[in-house]
């Protein structure tokens, strides 16, 4: 008799979960809105003190900003960017967890001296994304546009704020 009763009352548990977790047909879809891009700024690409880029970007300078960065957008014009900006260098680590467009990480010194460069990160990737030098600025542009740009370690940025 315990046992039928525990049958039962197992049979109703499974059940009333099994309906309680299916689809309310009455639950409108969440639309989900493309991020726009928000300029805060303009940045500049040095080559032996000549310009040879200008850029718009926008500034990641707190903690949710590093934390989200580019995640979640769709695409991003040629002539913007992200750049990230920490109180001190020190060596960085990122990942393309849910960042949809192959990007480029430039990494900066305290002086916006290029340190490293890493190219075509791959969207989606969670491997981590070392500086492996300390580095106090980061610019995350589309992947592919330090090679086209033809910027290197050593080159300077400059940038400022709107």
Known sequence: ????KYTLASIFLISTLLVSCGNDPKEPE?????????????LQVLKDGEIT???????????????????????MEDNQGMLFIYPNAAERSF????????LDLIFMNSDTTIVSIKE??????????????P????????????EEWNIEVGDKMRFSRN
Not at 30 to 42: A, C, N, P, R, S
Not at 120 to 133: F, G, L
Not at 135 to 146: D, P, S, V
């Open 1 to 4: 008799m315990k046992r039928t």
């Open 30 to 42: 969440v639309e989900i809105q493309e991020i726009e891009f928000k300029k805060e700024g303009e």
């Open 53 to 75: 880029q200008t850029l718009d970007i926008e500034i990641a300078d707190t903690p949710y900003e590093w934390e989200t960065g580019l995640m979640y957008r769709e695409s």
């Open 95 to 102: 990942y393309m967890k849910n960042t949809y467009i192959p």
């Open 120 to 133: 075509n990160a791959i969207p989606r990737d969670e491997t981590s994304i070392p500086s492996n030098v």
């Open 135 to 146: 580095a106090r600025f980061i610019l995350e542009i589309n992947g592919g546009k330090t």
